[in-house]
Nanobody
Framework: QLQLVESGGGLVQAGGSLRLSCAAS????????IVWFRQAPGKEREGVSC????????YYKDSVKGRFTISRDNAKNTVYLQMNSLKPEDTAVYYC???????????????WGQGTQVTVSS
């Protein structure tokens, strides 16, 4: 069974850092693009960052550029989102999702994790 499990969320003060992990089981991430979404209360879900298969391309939402870094460790079958200089507006539930190969294209992401809460206090 294909599963994604996020971890690493928590409560942090503004300016602090967190590293989110998205661990896959039941499949290997090598040929998959992984995206991080987030959803704050009362707001629509938004894409934060994406890494394509073979790490050919990475994408970042403008508001996180220079602060967040997406990476993968194929040996651990895990994708990470390093979040630095966190701001209160980064507060949300963060989800990872996977699909074959590419970040760009359709809006369909077949595989999802359960989400991890990130709260940034001012």
């Amino acid at each position: 069974q294909l599963q994604l499990v996020e971890s690493g969320g928590g409560l942090v003060q503004a300016g602090g850092s967190l590293r989110l992990s998205c661990a896959a089981s039941g499949f290997t991430l090598d040929n998959y693009a992984i995206v991080w979404f987030r959803q704050a209360p009362g707001k629509e879900r938004e894409g934060v960052s994406c890494i394509s298969s073979s790490d050919i391309t990475t994408y970042y939402k403008d508001s996180v550029k220079g602060r967040f870094t997406i990476s993968r460790d194929n040996a651990k079958n895990t994708v990470y989102l390093q979040m630095n200089s966190l701001k209160p507006e980064d507060t949300a539930v963060y989800y990872c999702a996977a699909r074959a190969y590419y970040c760009s294209g359709s809006n369909a992401w077949p595989y999802w994790g359960q989400g991890t809460q990130v709260t940034v206090s001012s």
